[in-house]
């Protein structure tokens, strides 16, 4: 690794902190606008005035804003987000902590899932190029990329939890199943678990194969016009040798940048698909959190994703500059 | 989400792959590339005209549908018509004892509203959200991308920045809180996505312009004296308007997709019917667990029509401004 590719590593790294206090201001200004009072849906009708002070004041709302803003950003930096309105004053951590784990499996086994079968889809719709076989097979990813997941997920649910009654509907587990799980550890054991992931990972595998696929299938159209392509085909390769070995390991590289961001992405956009098969990950107590006015906790769980969002972001740009060293020297022209 | 994956990836994937410019005046080599697109691509043509046809069907909803979408109807004894089958696939006869004849083409709600009407209603929310959230991208996103390509320096620093920011931003949680902090309405959905979707269709068309600044017209025209708002949005614009039109379908699709997703979770209007809603209806009212797949199919069927029409298009557009993709 030269100079050159470590300082651009940091530039980039400062150039995401930057990105991510940006966000975070942004973040706190959005919730000030907030309608009403930020604690409307804490206080009793019969509260006094003074219960009612000593509330803000417990909460840190009684002080002017500026002063707020430093409390809040001196708080991210300890990765305190303060305590919920909603669930008895629980810390906004502790809540998300238990999500987080839950969304990354789900996350996670879905892209696993999502791009091995668009690589090799990839490489299969470019091999068949022209083909019937081809365009019915485009055209069905198209559609999976058209289709609300929600919906999809709605459909799946209705047959295979409802009518066949083969898969659970909703959540993780049981609750007396739960209540054996100590650790992640004894979660991931849980066959059970395993069951109430089938019906959501599929579903958001089957959104989420359509960008490799696509992105592979161009790629290797593109790759197999190079010239080492045709040198190996007259060197007498076999076909399948020069489709897997030379083409698709070249036509790999910006699949492996979209799989970087593609985790950052389905992390805050899993909310949907959280929501259908209520799995208790960061993207459904999102959206309780807004439904139920837990300012807090929204927030939090909004810091948690874009955090994720921006990393993944870093890591890829990272990813793409080692992997083409060309696109380093033009990144680094666009940073300058 | 995955399209902003699409879009930086696409966007680095075609940085070699400089898009196809005409020769001509302006506005005749964008009627072109336009004719082109719909000329050669049978796909393109086609999402066309699912957009024609639910066009008409939006602007025409009071004429074409039955009943009205929200009101619960009655049967003749004054009691909710609830969980109709659609005629078609309820039993004979079975209606008589209701008190009420089964004219309902998608059967009816749990609380007795016309599905077939709603999904009708439907479509006026989708066209809505999905062409003003594109077009507001699609005009964002081209003068961002024009300002930033253009002047460099500082604006271009700016802006860039601000694109980064953009794309840290997730953009379903920000519409979420979006629409819990204002009330309920599309137009909601439509903000946040014009102050976020933008960094896509800016990024692309920025780096276009770097290219397209130093070709020799640009330079005849600065020295001929021509203004820089001059020469960027008559010299300039009109090259780079077919990708924005690009943007804009894919942004279409985006949209209605969005919207859907946002009314799913709750977070819009209850009294404006979309497909989105339908569904959020059906969901929470357990028409799963029923099985009321006629409930359930057609909303959904709806989405995906209007969204690959989007995709349709914006494909087309792909392949004529960037022939290497095409279709071999």
Redesign the interface.
Known sequence: MNRGVVYYILGRFLQSVMVLWIIVTLLFLLFRLAPSNPLASYIDTTFTKQQEAALLARFGLDKPLGEQYIIYLFNLLKLDLGETFSYSGKSVMDILRADLPNTIYLTLSSLLLAYLVGVLGGIAMAALRGSLLERVGTTFTLMTRAAPQFWVGMLLLTFFAFQLKLLPSSGIGPAIVRYRWETEWDKLMSPVFWRHMILPTFTLALYLHGLPLLLMRSNMLEVLDQDYVTMSRLAGYSEWRVMIQTAARNAMLPVLTALTLGIGYSIGGNVVIEHVFSWPGLGRTLVRAVQQADYPLAQGAFFFIALIIVFMNFIADILYSLLDPRVGASAQAQVS | ??Q???A??GQ??K?KTVARFRQGSAIRQLWETNLEVFQRDKMALFGLFIFAIFTVVAILAPQIAPNDPLNPLKNSDGDWIKDAMPYWLAEPGEDVAEGYTNTFLLGTTNIGRDIFSQLIHGSRSALLVGFSAAAAVAVIGTVIGLLAGYYGGWIDTIL??AA??A????????I??IS???DPSIWNVVIAMALLLWRDTGRVIRSQVLVIKEQAFVSAARVSGASDLRIIFVYIAPSILPLSFLYGSFAI?WAI?TE??VS????SDPETISW?YM?QD??NSLA??R?A?YW??P??LC???T??AG?FIGRGYEEVLFP??R??
Do not use: H, W
């Not at chain 2, 794309?167 to 920000?174: M, N, Q, R, V, Y």
């Not at chain 2, 799913?264 to 977070?267: A, K, M, R, S, V």
């Open positions: 989400m995955q902003d994956a699409m930086r990836e680095s994937g940085k860039m920045r980064d920011v794309f840290g931003i997730p953009f379903i949680p920000f979420i809180v819990a902090f204002f699709a997709l859907a997703s799913f979770l709750g977070f989105g569904l059906a969901f799963l667990s099985e797949f359930i199919v909303p959904g989405i995906m029509l969204v690959m995709f290497r993709l279709r071999m």
